[in-house]
Structure formats: C-alpha cells, structure tokens
C-alpha cells in the first residue's frame, strides 16, 4: 500500500509565492486522491508489492488507472521535495556549471523551462532531465512522467514543476507564467543537485 507522503515543511512555509489554501487542497485532496486511485488499481495484480518506479517503468499506455494515479502519485512525491521556504536563487556548483554549459547561462534555462511550463496546453508538467552528460527539458500531459518508457522524453527528471490549474489557481488564476515566476523562488536547488548527482 503506498502512503501520501508527508509535506517536509508546514503548509503554509512557501507563503508568499504558493498560498497554504492551495498547498492543504493539493496535498490534502490530490495527491492522497492519486494515491487512493493508485492503490484500488494495483490491488490484486502483479503491480502490488513492487516499487513505484518499478510500476511506472513497465505499464503500457493502455494501464490507465495505474497511469493518471502512478503519475500523480510519484509526481507529487517529487514536487512537495525539490519546494523548499528556503529555496530559490541558483544551484551553484556542478549543476550550475552544467546549466550553463547546456543552455548558455541560468537566465536562458530559466526562460526555456517557463517556456515548457507555458506551452503545456491544459494540464501537464515541466521538466529538467539528466540524461548521461546532459541536461535538458520536456513536458508531458497530463500525470505522465518521464520514467513511462511511451513518452517523448523518458529518461530522469531532477526537477518536476506542476502546471496544472490546481497547483496554482487559487492565488494566481489564469496567470500561469505568474505561477512559475513564484515556482522559482521556492525550487530547493540543493535537492535537486541530490538527484544531478545521483542520475
Ligand atoms: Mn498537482
């Protein structure tokens, strides 16, 4: 049985740039929605017992509860790690060096991810993937993610923004870009650099 994973810091700690209404519904009501969802879908087949990234790298496009609630489940695992209140500015270090190599300097990534996160049409997630040497970005609808081998850019992500409305309605509207502008003051790049490191 998975479990929803606890927030590693209070509701209200990303205050002003994620609003504690929106992070108690997201947490509260989807992320334990998905993994509710997850947990009826894998019940009694081969999936239960096995790990969650297991599961998500063998499913077919076709396993579509264990898809759109796997997806939610891991994705929002991710999300609530790499927000931190401390959070924001630039890595630094190896992952900054390979940030500039990969796409010329912070500012350009930060443009070209912003541009990923806006061109989701309808619900989606953005991405930084480490892939060997390199770093790059994608997208994918909906709960998808990169560890499902059937879409465009498999691989590791290292950093997960969510872009859809749920993740910043209630405080931005239909502001989107405002949403990630604020995502940016609150991504703990230390954790991601964990995960640079680890890929
Ligand atoms: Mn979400």
């Known amino acids: 049985m998975f479990k929803l994973p606890d927030l ?22 989807h992320h334990q929605g998905y993994t509710n969802g997850l947990n ?24 579509t509860a264990i898809r759109n609630n796997g997806g939610g489940y891991w994705n929002h695992s ?10 924001g500015g630039e890595p630094g270090g190896a992952l900054q060096e390979a940030i500039d190599k990969h796409f010329g300097s912070f500012a350009d990534f930060r443009a070209a991810f912003k541009k990923a996160g806006l061109g989701r049409f309808g619900s989606g997630w953005a991405w930084l993937m480490k892939d060997g040497d390199r770093l790059y970005i994608c997208s994918t609808p909906n709960q998808d993610n990169p560890l499902m081998s059937f879409v465009d850019c498999p691989g590791t992500p290292i950093l997960g923004m969510d872009v859809w409305e749920h993740a910043y309605y209630l405080k931005h509207q239909n502001k989107r870009g405002n949403y990630i502008d604020d995502f940016f003051d609150v991504i703990h790049w230390a954790e991601v650099e964990k995960r640079f490191n680890k890929a």
């Open 8 to 29: 590693p810091y209070a509701y209200n700690a990303l205050e002003p740039y994620i609003d504690e209404a929106t992070m108690r519904v997201h947490h509260l009501a």
């Open 40 to 63: 009826a879908a894998i019940e009694g087949t081969p999936y239960a017992g096995k790990s969650i990234e297991e599961i998500l790298g063998s499913i077919s496009p076709e396993d």
């Open 78 to 87: 991710l999300y609530w790690q790499i927000m931190s209140p401390r959070g």
